[in-house]
């Protein structure tokens, strides 16, 4: 399973590359960027449920109007969490899971200029997030247990962009349609766009 998901995220990157080289020769008519960024952040369940997540992702950026400040992004991100339950007493009993998913965002952005090549950039958007692997290291109580098999989220965030290369602070929401507690995430990311 892993590695047909693998070979689909180099065939979906190989063909974003070639429409890209195509597209770089037809004028300008339809100028489509590659957005590849990775970053770390904080994850939180719930009161004591907190932990680290970690992304990549790469995304192709099409532009929606002739001056492209507004753009949507689709693409994959690679994303693992590492949650850790702080709500025991003792630090051995502390539980402590970590999660891989495969996420497939649409997000929309607006660029607005603020200096010559400067820009900040406003996202907002939706995402399917599907689970690779899971791995708990302690037994944990099933109320506790977050499944994530198939799921969506919600996320916003801003960047500030300079010539190709900018960082982000985004803000997501991924929703568990099994379980009922979401997962709130917090993220910094470095990107480099082509």
Request: with cysteine.
């Amino acid at each position: 399973m892993k590695t047909r998901i693998t070979l689909l995220l180099i065939i979906l990157l190989v063909f974003m590359a070639e429409v890209k080289s195509q597209n770089s020769t037809s004028e300008n008519k339809f100028d489509m960027k590659l957005n590849i960024k990775a970053g770390i952040g904080a994850a939180l369940t719930n009161y004591t449920d907190v932990g680290i997540t970690s992304f990549v992702t790469a995304t192709a950026e099409l532009p929606l109007t002739k001056n492209q400040r507004w753009n949507v992004n689709v693409g994959a991100r690679f994303r693992n969490d590492n949650i850790f339950d702080y709500g025991q007493v003792k630090l051995a009993d502390k539980a402590h899971y970590s999660a891989g998913r495969l996420e497939i965002p649409a997000i929309f952005s607006y660029d607005q200029p603020i200096y010559k090549n400067a820009f900040l950039r406003f996202n907002f958007g939706v995402y399917y997030s599907q689970l690779l692997f899971q791995t708990v290291e302690k037994e944990i109580s099933p109320s506790n247990i977050h499944q994530f098999i198939f799921d969506s989220g919600v996320e916003c965030g801003i960047s500030f962009m300079l010539n190709n290369f900018y960082i982000s602070l985004d803000y997501d929401i991924l929703i568990d349609m099994v379980y009922t507690g979401p997962i709130n995430n917090i993220r910094t990311g470095f990107g480099f766009r082509f």
